[in-house]
């Protein structure tokens, strides 16, 4: 059964067996604003799952809770409980560095530093301390950009900034810095929106790859990149979590009007 107390009962799909993260009870407010409103969700490993739902429904602002991003917003607040392995994320005690390099997040704009390729790669490991030297800090490097699948086209020009690549090849920069601090969970929010239908495909199969290592949530307004990528599916709706299921059935058999009006692209 999917019930939890004291939050209540929890929608159908909304729980997984050995869930990574889980989110119970989770509102957001901003001011007086009630942006996500008591949404419970757990996130698998090796699973991609994804949130869809009309512009300002709370998808940014619930992904955003997930490693406290929220907490640089000022006058962001969160309520409830978020675990990463069964740890509250929100306690007093969890180091919150720590916290975005064990579950990191790629953003609608590649926002490569104004630093080289190499330097945007190794500085979450400096920071972290992950590499003991030079050689160690070369490997980890050469299989974060190998992982992002950008190794053969920036391996020759590795001094040279970040920001001369392509935005497809900035995003996968970003991924790859997200994947050089060894996260279990990677957020991205809407991370092809800003790029042409190719370099949007390439991203879609990393996805499908990288999700053997890591879970990951991804925020989409296109459903067609959802059905393709996602094995799970949420659906927001005004702050609410209105559904979430396998993604077949989601696309194939929502159970609610509001899900199969959205993806039947009668609003949204
Ligand atoms: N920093 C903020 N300050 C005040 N209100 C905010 C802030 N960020 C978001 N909101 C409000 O919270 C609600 C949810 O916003 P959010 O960005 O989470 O939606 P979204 O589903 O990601 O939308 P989109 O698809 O347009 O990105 C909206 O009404 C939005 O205006
Ligand atoms: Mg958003």
Known sequence: MDTFTPAGTILNGASVQDALMSARAVNVFYATKHAVKNVSLDIARHQVLALIGPSGCGKSSFLRC?????????????????????????????????????????????????????????????????????????????TSLERAGLWEEVKDRLSQTGTSLSGGQQQRLCIARTIAVNPEVILMDEPTS???????????????????????????????????????????????????????????????????????????
Not at 67 to 95: F, H, K, P, S, W
Not at 206 to 234: E, F, G
């Open 194 to 268: 800003a790029l042409d239908p190719i370099a949007s495909a390439k991203i879609e199969d990393l996805i499908d790859v990288l999700r053997t290592n890591y879970a990951i949530v991804i925020v989409t307004h296109n459903m067609q990149q959802a059905a393709r990528v996602s094995q799970r599916t949420a659906y927001f709706h005004m702050g609410d979590l209105v559904e979430v299921g396998t993604t077949n059935m989601m696309f194939t058999n929502p159970q609610q009007k509001l899900t199969e009006d959205y993806i039947s692209g009668r609003f949204g």
């Open 66 to 142: 997930l490693n406290r991003m929220n907490d640089t917003i000022q006058g962001a607040r969160v309520e409830g409980l978020i675990t990463l392995d069964g740890q509250d994320i929100y306690e007093a005690r969890q180091d919150v560095a720590q916290l975005r390099a064990r579950v990191g997040i790629v953003f609608q704009k590649p926002t490569p530093f104004p630093q080289s390729i190499y330097a945007n790669v190794a500085y979450g490991p400096r920071i972290h301390g992950l590499a003991k030297d030079r050689g160690s800090m070369d490997e980890l490097v050469q």
